[in-house]
């Protein structure tokens, strides 16, 4: 219930989504969350998923899916989609490796992207579970921007962990192309 509070919240102000790609998708939540949301609306699901255990439960739990088990940087496509989303996922990426990132997602954007991420104003690295550059903060949103002058940002937010349906501390960009 927590992601389907966050998504209707950070996607308020767009208007009808038919597609969907989620980079780092993880098990799926998140794109269950849109399913229940967007119902039979949501016509097309797309998951880039490198962990292949992940990627197999998606397949399994998310009816019309299509998962590609594969990094996000090495897959490619022509497709493009309603919404193209990345939810804790560009903070463990290399930093060298974001602006590839960027402009595959505005690639496969048709109408949004959607950053939900740990914010820092300038990048730091983070230690993770006592891993040295395997988590990063900075500010997604501004750079994707800035690589990618034809999108602007319609809407941003921050998700409190002591929310009535808490999450992750993140903040959230809506962009529109």
């Known amino acids: 219930m927590n992601?389907?509070?966050f998504f209707k919240k950070a996607l308020a102000k767009v208007n009808k989504i038919s597609s969907v790609c989620e980079?780092?998708?993880n098990i799926g939540l998140n794109l269950l969350a849109l399913k229940k949301i967007y119902k039979e609306d949501l016509k097309k699901v797309f998951s880039v998923e490198i962990n292949k255990k992940?990627?197999?439960i998606q397949k399994n739990n998310i009816k019309d899916i299509t998962v590609l088990n594969s990094s996000?940087?090495?897959f490619d496509t022509i497709k493009k989609f309603d919404l193209v989303l990345c939810k804790g996922i560009l903070i463990h990426l290399n930093p060298k490796d974001l602006l590839k990132t960027y402009k595959k997602m505005?690639?496969?954007s048709r109408k949004y992207v959607l950053i939900a991420e740990y914010f820092n104003p300038s990048p730091v690295k983070i230690s993770y579970r006592g891993y040295k550059?395997?988590?990063f903060k900075r500010d997604f949103a501004k750079e994707y921007l800035k690589v990618n002058r034809n999108?602007?940002?319609l809407d941003y937010g921050f998700i409190y962990e002591k929310d009535k349906f808490p999450q992750d501390n993140i903040n959230?960009?809506?962009i529109k192309k």
């Open 172 to 174: 959230w960009f809506l």
């Open 133 to 135: 550059n395997k988590l």
């Open 151 to 153: 999108s602007k940002l």
């Open 106 to 108: 505005n690639k496969l």
């Open 54 to 56: 992940a990627s197999r």
């Open 72 to 74: 996000i940087n090495m």
């Open 23 to 25: 980079l780092g998708s």
């Open 3 to 5: 992601n389907v509070n």
